[in-house]
């Protein structure tokens, strides 16, 4: 088999989107998103952060003991949530794919802001490398991996407001798949622009 053939995944696994996915996991990740917003804007006595402490670590334990393998686990994998329920995920939906690429709907909040309510710079790229892997795997290319992603902000982008994302392949040499995208607000405004390469794994490499 040649290195681009269609069996051809590279050390990677296996990775499919889990369809049984468990009712009570969209509250506890929403949870988790309202946590992370709420550490990074209150400012409660001491007392509260050692209570709240202790809430979290008997979530820990309540969690600790149950993992498995990354195959077997659901962050990540759920179509039907925002961020496919990773709470590292700023809460975006994929709402179309097809040939002409993905479109992403969705918005940062305040567990995103990098300052004066704009989102934070580093979140931008995150955020393009995940829309990148969605546009690969929609496409049914096997396995790639990031190999340069790059970004150019137009705008700033905000906090809690409805934004659209679009990405498409714009060609394909051999194994390298280079990619366009970009980030739009509600009123069509051009927030940011991003382009990059992913290059499909060889079969030695994961």
């Not at 290195?3 to 990740?29: I, N």
């Not at 940062?108 to 580093?122: E, P, Q």
């Not at 060609?171 to 622009?193: H, N, P, S, W, Y």
Request: aromatic residues 6%.
């Amino acid at each position: 088999m040649t290195d681009t053939a269609p069996g051809v995944r590279g050390g990677f696994p296996d990775m499919k989107p889990v369809e049984d996915a468990p009712e009570e996991l969209g509250p506890f990740v929403a949870a988790l998103r309202r946590l992370q917003d709420l550490t990074v804007s209150t400012r409660p006595d001491s007392a509260l952060w050692a209570d709240a402490t202790v809430y979290l670590e008997n979530a820990c334990a309540l969690l600790d003991g149950h993992q498995v393998p990354e195959t077997e686990a659901v962050a990540g994998r759920v179509l039907s949530l925002p961020g496919l329920a990773h709470p590292l995920m700023p809460p975006w939906m994929v709402t179309e794919t097809g040939p002409d690429g993905v479109r992403m709907t969705g918005h940062f909040t305040t567990a995103h802001i990098g300052g004066n309510n704009a989102v934070h710079g580093g979140m931008i790229p995150l955020f393009y490398d995940w829309l990148f892997g969605m546009v690969v795997t929609t496409a049914q290319i096997p396995p790639t991996r990031t190999a340069f992603l790059h970004v150019d902000y137009r705008n700033i982008t905000p906090i809690d407001e409805p934004l659209t994302a679009q990405g498409r392949i714009s060609r394909i040499e051999g194994r390298k798949v280079f990619i366009d995208a970009t980030m739009t607000a509600a009123d069509g405004t051009l927030l940011t622009e991003a382009n990059g390469l992913m290059v499909r794994l060889l079969p030695h490499q994961p």
